[in-house]
């Protein structure tokens, strides 16, 4: 995927999350593309780390403000990157591991897949509340269909 089509459908229309998202994004790519060095990997990690840190907690800060019913799904999701994210700083600090293009392939598609589901539905939360309401009965409806469907 490449830069261009990436950025189609991750704009959510609440403008300081959508600028917190192209810096994270521009940050990975800006690493994907730069030449490999030991020294340099764990700096841009630690400053990477810092701001994906920085935004989860800015985005859960927004979600306990307006009482967003589904903050501790998405804080799950959050938590678990967070922590593979501090998993593989260690790894590259200690030697073990070495920065390639594929981990930060990795980190484009996981924060590019988050912004599209559980960020949009929190976008959604924040800007049509009466849509997001219906979204919520349509998953419960869906849900209950498909429990149904295997219990026959
Ligand atoms: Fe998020
Ligand atoms: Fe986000």
Redesign the pocket.
């Known amino acids: 995927m490449d830069v261009l089509n990436r950025r189609k459908g991750i704009e959510i229309g609440i403008p300081e999350m959508d600028r917190q998202h192209r810096s994270m994004m521009d940050g990975f790519e800006f690493l994907r593309r730069a030449p490999r060095r030991h020294a340099s990997d764990v700096r841009e990690l630690h400053s990477i780390l810092g701001e994906v840190q920085a935004h989860?907690e800015w985005?859960e800060s927004q979600m306990s403000k307006t009482q967003y019913p589904d903050k501790a799904r998405?804080g799950i999701d959050?938590a678990l990157q967070l922590s593979n994210l501090k998993d593989l700083l260690k790894y590259v600090e200690e030697g073990h591991e070495r920065l390639d293009e594929d981990f930060f392939l990795a980190c484009l598609g996981w924060t590019d897949r988050?912004i599209r589901s559980?960020?949009a539905d929190f976008g959604l939360f924040l800007s049509d509340r009466e849509a997001w309401d219906l979204q919520q009965e349509l998953k419960a409806w869906e849900y209950e269909e498909r429990f149904s469907g295997m219990a026959d």
């Open positions: 989860f985005e998405h959050h988050h559980l960020d």
